[in-house]
């Protein structure tokens, strides 16, 4: 709080007094430690806002207009430190919600109905929307005008949820992890370290036991994940997230493709190193790949709108591929 | 200096907010702000009216004399400026409360914060323990989210330029309705004006910064806009199918996932033993996902999506 601008001074004390009133006038007997935990400041920053509203009150400049704050119980040696207002019924009701304000804490609480995994907390929740829809209702904010979407996969929330505990407990977890390029499920202990969001997808970032390499987990690819009793045996902190970190890998080599424009999402969904655009809405892209199963996977999801310019050995390798593939049903007809 | 405009604001506000008529802004001036030149007071005053309005408290213009509108005066309706009487009940407040660690996005992490101080100063104590809840969390990072909400919120045509795929960038019109979110992505909502017609925005496709395009207040979203609703309108629909597949053992893992039924022991093409799996999938390309497999995913069924295998393939080999 006190890093605050000052220019923010003001208008948050503003803000502060009046939910403090309200705070007050509903709670009654409130000591000065107790408000100022509630309002998450200090207790002295508590008392330097009630002297500002001790200087408040009605227009008429008489003592009888201003609010009333006994301040003395609050900084004498032997006051009770209980704060008494009085003269303030005026401000007895919080300040309504604006739009901003509905908008945030309405769509926050979408989020959060996505993430109860019980019926009973789930009707906790949408008696609180329910409520707070209709005091926006009341103001200007009548529709809130952002939407969090789709609710998260409950399982992967409460995977999250796991793997979160674990990192902050510093226990190992043994998954049970999908690798795609190589159509895989393997079972591996790890230490982890923690989780980041990249392009929508949500990854662990662990040391790998089996690997003796960090790596990264994509979590809708994590088949299961249980925590184990014994504690992490490794100590680096989490790695930072650089553009590029999936496909830089030991023996990576560069690859480069003619893709079509059905085929041109790959641009934005890989990293690649570089697009150049050829004809008829062609381009030419190049890719690190570390992995020659994983180009083919992706070139036959592609079909047949990519395909190999260099090096050869990957286009021999996709070629050979989809005429196995073919075959499968050329002999069944 | 801070204390002395705390104070200046808050009486401001009383008096607005205790006078049943409107008071002019001559009176203001003579109780709030005697020892200032006009000047001063003009610029003070607008500052105070702003900073209390961005608070929320809502402060109406009008006419102090029904016969000389010209006299033009300031109040506050103490309906408007209270939050409605909504009493939370102690595990309601806990949610709310949960609330304020839902944004990972500073300016609606503190407006969340803001809102539920309000909503939690009439009383209610909170009661966390009884949740089964996993905290969710929502960043928005891409750069033109704010711009795009508060364009939104003010009614306020933004202009900026949009690049789809391989197509060439385009400066775009919009009369922006609202943010959505969707797998992961946020788009914006809004009228096009030079399509004439609803549209989506996915943000990460916006190239550079998003301009405002005239005043605020110069459009209306229409009644009963639903944001969400028009994003899930405008966007791709997702069939659902169902498909019979031949999968070699041990393979195909995100497939067998989701299979409604999986039986071993089946004759593949090969005349190899392989498992059959029925599966219902929606997603926009079901042969895209079946080709990635290569050799070790055959369609039995549905035909068309078994031609469309074919000729893909086919597409390669040509």
């Known amino acids: 709080m006190s890093q605050r601008q000052p220019v923010q001074g003001a208008r948050e004390q503003v803000a502060r007094l009046l939910a403090l009133v309200p705070y007050l006038h509903a709670h009654g007997h409130v000591r000065l430690d107790e408000a100022a935990t509630a309002f998450g400041v200090t207790e002295r920053q508590i008392v330097k806002d009630l002297r500002v509203l001790f200087m408040c009150g009605l227009p008429g400049g008489y003592p009888d207009d201003l609010i009333d704050v006994d301040i003395e119980s609050l900084e004498s040696p032997g006051g009770d430190r209980v704060i008494r207002v009085t003269n303030a019924d005026y401000l007895s009701r919080p300040l309504r919600l604006t739009p901003t304000e509905a908008t945030a804490v309405i769509v926050a609480l979408r989020a959060l109905r996505s993430g109860a995994t019980s019926d009973d907390t789930r009707e906790v929740v949408d008696r609180a929307l329910a409520k707070l829809e209709q005091a926006a209702a009341a103001g200007a904010a009548a529709t809130p005008l952002v939407d969090p979407g789709d609710a998260p996969d409950a399982a992967e929330v409460a995977l999250r949820a796991r793997l979160e505990a674990a990192v902050g407990q510093r226990r190992q977890v043994r998954l049970v992890y999908y690798v795609p390029s190589r159509d895989e499920e393997s079972e591996r202990v790890v230490d982890p370290r923690g989780l980041v969001v ?3 997808a949500v990854y662990l970032d662990a040391w790998c036991h089996a690997a003796e390499a960090p790596r990264w987990f994509r979590l809708d690819r994590i088949r299961s994940a249980e925590v184990l009793d014994t504690m992490v045996t490794t100590t680096d902190a989490p790695r930072e997230l650089a553009p590029g970190i999936f496909t830089q890998e030991a023996g990576a080599e560069r690859v480069t493709l003619d893709i079509a424009p059905a085929a041109y999402w790959i641009t934005e969904y890989y990293p690649v190193e570089a697009v150049r655009p050829g004809e008829s809405g062609h ?5 690190l790949v570390a992995d020659q199963r994983w180009l083919t996977r992706l070139l036959l999801r592609l079909a047949p ?29 | 200096m801070s204390a002395q405009k705390t104070e200046r604001l808050m009486n401001l506000l009383i008096m607005l907010l205790v006078q049943k008529r409107y008071v002019t802004k001559e009176r203001i001036r003579d109780i ?6 006009d000047e001063a007071f003009e610029k003070m005053f607008e500052r105070d009216k702003e900073e209390l309005r961005s608070l929320g408290v809502p402060i109406e213009v009008g006419t102090t004399d029904p016969l000389f509108d010209d006299d033009q005066g300031y109040r506050i309706s103490p309906t408007e400026f209270a939050l409605p009487d909504i009493s939370l009940t102690a595990d309601e407040a806990s949610v709310v409360a949960l609330a304020t660690k839902v944004w990972e996005h500073a300016r609606l ?6 809102a539920v101080r309000k909503l939690t100063a009439a009383g209610a104590e909170l009661d966390v323990a009884a949740l089964d809840l996993v ?4 960043s928005a990072d891409e750069p033109s989210f704010d711009l795009f909400l508060e364009a939104a919120q003010e009614r306020t045509p933004v202009v900026f330029d949009y690049q789809r795929g391989t197509n060439p960038v385009e400066t775009r019109h919009l009369q922006p309705w609202g943010v959505v979110r969707s797998s992961g992505r946020w788009y914006v909502v809004g009228y096009d004006t030079d399509r004439r017609y609803d549209r989506v925005f996915r943000l990460s496709r916006v190239r550079g910064e998003v301009r405002r395009d005239g005043p605020p207040g110069s459009f209306e979203i229409p009644e009963g806009t639903d944001v969400r609703a028009v994003a899930r309108r405008l966007t791709p629909e997702r069939t659902v199918l169902r498909a019979v597949l031949l999968v070699r053992p ?3 893992h995100p497939l067998r996932r989701g299979a409604i039924s999986t039986e071993s022991g089946a004759t593949g093409p090969d005349g190899e ?8 999938r929606a997603t926009v390309d079901l042969a895209s996902e079946v080709l990635s497999y290569g050799p070790d995913a055959y369609v039995v069924e549905p035909a068309e999506l078994r031609d469309a295998v074919i000729e893909r393939l086919d597409g390669v080999l040509a």
């Open chain 2, 273 to 280: 033993s392989w498992d059959r799996i029925t599966i219902t």
């Open chain 1, 305 to 333: 709108h990519a395909r190999v310019i260099a090096p050869a050995a990957y286009a021999d390798a996709f070629r050979s591929r989809s005429a196995v593939t073919r075959s499968l049903y050329t002999d069944a007809e």
């Open chain 2, 250 to 252: 041990g393979t195909c």
């Open chain 1, 283 to 287: 381009h030419q892209v190049d890719l």
């Open chain 2, 135 to 138: 905290q969710p969390r929502l």
């Open chain 2, 109 to 114: 992490a503190e407006a969340t914060s803001e």
């Open chain 1, 198 to 200: 990249e392009g929508g």
């Open chain 2, 32 to 37: 709030l702000y005697a020892d200032s030149s």
